[in-house]
């Protein structure tokens, strides 16, 4: 069993920066890929970002790619995303997940923390 406890979320300004934390309870997190996704109102869940056990490999939606940074510290069990330059359009509740290997797909990840609002305005 695994369970993921998300914050960091918040009201921000168009162009600002929020960090969201990920932290995982009851097995060690260092053996499961970790993933980011958000859903805005009316739309489908999204892909955000992504990165391997080994944290050797990320991985990131084209919509955030150079603005958004995924990172693990795996001795706190803990992911991370940085998010900069932040656009309304960012505007979603954030999804942190962890499994076995890393997906594009929702579906492939065992593990969810309950979501975290972030809201940009502009």
């Known amino acids: 069993q695994v369970q993921l406890v998300e914050s960091g979320g918040g009201l921000v300004q168009a162009g600002g920066s929020l960090r969201l934390s990920c932290a995982a309870s009851?097995?060690?997190?260092?053996?499961?890929?970790g993933g980011w996704f958000r859903q805005a109102p009316g739309k489908e869940r999204e892909f955000v970002a992504g990165?391997?056990?080994?944290?050797?490999?990320?991985y990131y939606a084209d919509s955030v790619k150079g603005r958004f940074t995924i990172s693990r510290d795996n001795a706190k069990n803990t992911v991370y995303l940085q998010m900069n330059s932040l656009k309304p359009e960012d505007t979603a509740v954030y999804y942190c997940?962890?499994?076995?290997?890393?997906?594009?797909?929702?579906?492939?990840?065992?593990?969810w923390g309950q979501g975290t609002q972030v809201t940009v305005s502009s």
């Open positions: 997940a962890a499994g076995p290997n890393f997906g594009y797909r929702s579906t492939q990840y065992t593990y």
């Open positions: 009851g097995r060690t997190f260092s053996s499961y890929a």
């Open positions: 990165i391997t056990w080994s944290g050797g490999r990320t």
